[in-house]
Each structure stands twice: as structure tokens, then as C-alpha cells.
């Protein structure tokens, strides 16, 4: 079992920054990668990146270059560090993880980007 909760959202404007953080609490050993996912009003949930146990990660196109996925093992937490956003970067951000048998979700933070 891994609880996940996100943290670190709000409100910023247009080109600012943001830092989310997902500390993760459980069954550890078991997780095999994790990831920020996002979903606005009215569209789908799309992946924005992942980072795997060995520590290699891979970000969506439309945020590579500007989204950075990072972790802190020492505190079990995740973070997505959030460059030049803007106001389509608006949605609700949520944190996973996979394990062979299992896929957790946090309950999500809201970022909202205004112009």
C-alpha cells in the first residue's frame, strides 16, 4: 500500500514558476516509477513526466524544457519544478506511481496560470 500527496500549488502569473512536491508514504520497495500528471476542465489527463528507480526520466513534449522532474529519496518525496508557465499549464496536477500490480494517485493540487 502507498499513499501519495501532493503539494505546492496555486496561484502564479503567466512566465512565473512553481514547485510541486509529492511525498510519498508505504510500501516503497514495491514502486517501480512515478510521474506528474495533469487534467483541465473538460480534457483528458495527460502525461507531463516520469521518473523511474534507476532515475531516468522522460517529459511530454509540450512541457520538455520547461518542466523539470527531480526526488529526494532521503524524504520518499517527488518534485516537478514548473518554468515560463502559462495559462494553458492551468489543471489540476496529480502525482503516481506504479508498481507491477498497482497504480496510485494522489488526490491532486490545482495550478492555475492567469495572463
Known amino acids: 500500500q502507498v499513499q501519495l500527496v501532493e503539494s505546492g500549488g496555486g496561484l502564479v502569473q503567466a512566465g512565473g514558476s512553481l514547485r510541486l512536491s509529492c511525498a510519498a508514504s508505504?510500501?516503497?520497495?514495491?514502486?517501480?516509477?512515478m510521474g506528474w500528471y495533469r487534467q483541465a476542465p473538460g480534457k483528458q489527463r495527460e502525461l507531463v513526466a516520469t521518473?523511474?528507480?534507476?532515475?531516468?526520466?522522460n517529459y511530454a513534449d509540450s512541457m520538455k524544457g520547461r518542466f523539470t522532474i527531480s526526488r529526494d529519496n532521503a524524504k520518499n518525496t517527488v518534485y516537478l519544478q514548473m518554468n515560463s508557465l502559462k495559462p494553458e499549464d492551468t489543471a489540476v496536477y496529480y502525482c503516481?506511481?506504479?508498481?507491477?500490480?498497482?497504480?496510485?494517485w494522489g488526490r491532486g493540487t490545482q495550478v492555475t496560470v492567469s495572463s
Open positions: 503516481n506511481a506504479v508498481s507491477w500490480r498497482n497504480n496510485y
Open positions: 508505504g510500501s516503497m520497495f514495491s514502486i517501480n516509477a
Open positions: 521518473i523511474t528507480r534507476g532515475g531516468s526520466t
